[in-house]
């Protein structure tokens, strides 16, 4: 039975599998965003999020990089996605999180903003997570696209998205 997730928290590889055009991924990050987007489930994200994406050397090394910047900027801060700010708290539960399940730190504090959001999904296709663990409530998987699909996504060509 595949899942009905309410609350998503999509890791820093989907944003990027976007913004890098990867074969195999571009059409999967598009489609959860644009379910998040279209209200469809929430878009759950840690404020550090936000700077590793902008970090990542590929964004940091466009040619073009107000425009990049201006892009990723406008794409965050467009209001569909709920931010949980790295604090104390979200530290000391990423330190738990860490030890138990052997993650360094930003993905621990990446699972720990999932957990503390209720989230009822981690996505991600970084292998250093535990992929196929529920861990406090939160499936760790890969990403995929669930629930009923629109007439509009239906008749949307992959590259128009």
């Known amino acids: 039975m595949v899942p009905d997730y309410k609350r998503l928290y999509l890791d820093a590889a989907v944003y990027l599998g976007l913004i ?3 074969a195999g991924r571009l059409d999967i990050a598009r489609g959860l ?3 998040g987007q279209d209200k469809r489930f929430v878009v759950v994200a840690s404020t550090l ?3 590793e994406v902008c970090g990542h050397g590929e964004v940091r090394g466009a040619v073009d990089q107000t425009a990049v910047d201006q892009k990723v900027s406008a794409f965050f801060e467009h ?3 709920q931010w949980v700010d790295v604090d104390l708290v ?3 539960d990423a330190r738990r999180v860490s030890r138990a ?3 360094r730190g930003a993905d621990a504090i990446h699972l720990a903003s999932a957990i503390r959001a209720s989230c009822d999904a981690l996505m ?4 250093d997570f535990p992929i196929g663990r529920t861990i406090e409530g939160v499936d760790v998987c890969e ?3 669930f629930g009923q699909a629109t007439l509009d996504d239906e008749l949307r060509a992959p590259e128009e998205a």
């Open 33 to 35: 965003l644009r379910g």
């Open 49 to 51: 999020l936000y700077a």
């Open 101 to 103: 399940h052997r993650l």
């Open 143 to 145: 990403p995929f696209l």
């Open 20 to 22: 890098k055009g990867e």
């Open 79 to 81: 209001g569909f996605i």
């Open 90 to 92: 979200v530290a000391r």
């Open 124 to 127: 991600t296709w970084d292998n």
